[in-house]
Structures are given as C-alpha cells and as structure tokens.
C-alpha cells in the first residue's frame, strides 16, 4: 500500500491564525481525501481533492475556511484557516487504492488553539 | 443516506480470549464496500479487514474475522487469541461501490481494552 507522509504531526496554534497540514504519498494517485476528527469522536470526510480540479467539499465544510490545494498527484494540502477552540482536533488525509476500495492514512494532524 | 452504528462505546476482553464487536449499518445500494479500521492511541488509523458485499464469504485477516449478514446489514468483526497490542479504538465502515466513491461512513467507534 501507499505510504503517506503528514506534517505537522501536531501543532498548537493561536486563535485567528491558520495553518496548513501537508501530505505526501509516495505514488501517483487520483484521489486524495481530508478528514477531521474532533475529541472523542469518529471521522467525517472534509472534502475530496482531484489532481487539476477543485476540491470536492461535503455538507458544513466551506473553502473559505478549509482551503485546499492539489498540485500534483502526489502532494495536497489542507489549510485550516481564522483558527477556534472548536477546530481543535485531528486532521487525516487518505488516499484511495482503485484497485481494492481500501483509504488508506496518513499519521493524522493533532491540533490545540489556545 | 447510508449510515454507520456501532452499539458497543466500550468493551474489555482477556488477554487470548476472543472478543465480538458489532457493527449494523443502512444503506439502499447493493453494491459496496464495509471495513474495520483501528486506531490505537498513537492515532493511525489502520486498516484491519474489508469485505465486499457481493461475496458472500466472510472475510478472514489472520486472528481477525467477521461475521457479514447482508440481509440483517449486519458486520461484526471477531478478535481471536486476543493481545495486548489490540487494545484501540475500532471503526466500522462503509463504502458505496461501483467505481471511486471516495466518501466513507465511519461509525462511532467501539473502545476496545485487552487486559493481562
């Protein structure tokens, strides 16, 4: 399977500041996914980013606040952005191999705003 | 809508003991994908088992196996000769099929504790 590389492995952050969470994968692949999972809960599926498109967002995730880029089949990343206590969680990306269906993660992105 | 519900927050099992965890799911396709994925505490989440739903086969990963009930959208995944290092929290998933659907529907997840 792919191996996924994610920086920063955590952060603590200010409120009113952004960051942006990178990933990298050491293969050439259509679809990468970003997740957030917020303390104690499960996964749920930010938006879906294409190589040459704009990201795909899911209900109640907007680019303003989760922009994200795809510059290459390889590499996307994902900026949480006007940082709150609320955003304090982990975020995952995974990328999908078409040949099982099987998404495999990244280590995740443990984030504090204080 | 397709949705995930795994009723069990918390279980414990003995070391080398077998442990069953429950996964019901809802869905209108017939073509998809389930999978159990574990998360220790150090975060990765990692794949344990998938299963498609056309086979109807259960699918077997080692010490890992789960009991696939299409009809009762039923998927429990059973931990045999259980060890220390299974101690994670576990999701239960879903995946339309039919081409790259990307989105999975996690459950909330079952914490599971091995004790010595």
């Known amino acids: 399977s792919a191996v996924i590389s994610q920086k920063p492995s955590r952060d603590i952050c200010q409120r009113g500041t952004s960051l942006t969470i990178q990933c990298q994968v050491d293969s050439q692949v259509t679809m990468m996914f970003w997740y957030r999972q917020q303390p104690g809960q499960s996964l749920t599926l930010i938006a879906t980013a294409n190589q040459g498109s704009e990201a795909t967002y899911e209900s109640g995730f907007v680019i303003d606040k989760f922009p994200i880029s795809r510059p290459n089949l390889t590499f996307s990343t994902l900026t949480v952005s006007n940082l709150s206590p609320e955003d304090s969680s982990i975020y995952l990306c995974?990328?999908?191999?078409?040949?099982?269906?099987?998404?495999?993660f990244g280590d995740g992105t443990r984030l504090s705003i204080l | 809508a397709q949705t995930v519900t795994q009723s069990q927050p918390e279980m414990s099992v003995q070391e080398a003991e077998t442990v069953t965890l429950s996964c019901t799911y809802d869905t209108s396709e017939n073509n998809y994908y389930l999978f159990w994925y574990k998360q220790p505490p150090s975060r990765q989440m990692i794949l344990v088992i998938r299963q498609e739903a056309y086979k109807q086969q259960n699918a077997t990963e080692n010490r890992f196996s789960v009991n696939f009930q299409k009809a009762a959208k039923s998927f429990s995944l059973k931990i045999s000769d259980s060890q220390l290092g299974d101690t994670a929290m576990y999701f239960c998933a879903f995946m339309k099929g039919g081409g790259s659907q990307g989105n999975l529907i996690f459950g909330k997840g079952t914490k599971l504790s091995v004790k010595p």
């Open positions: 995974s990328v999908e191999d078409p040949r099982t269906g099987v998404q495999h």
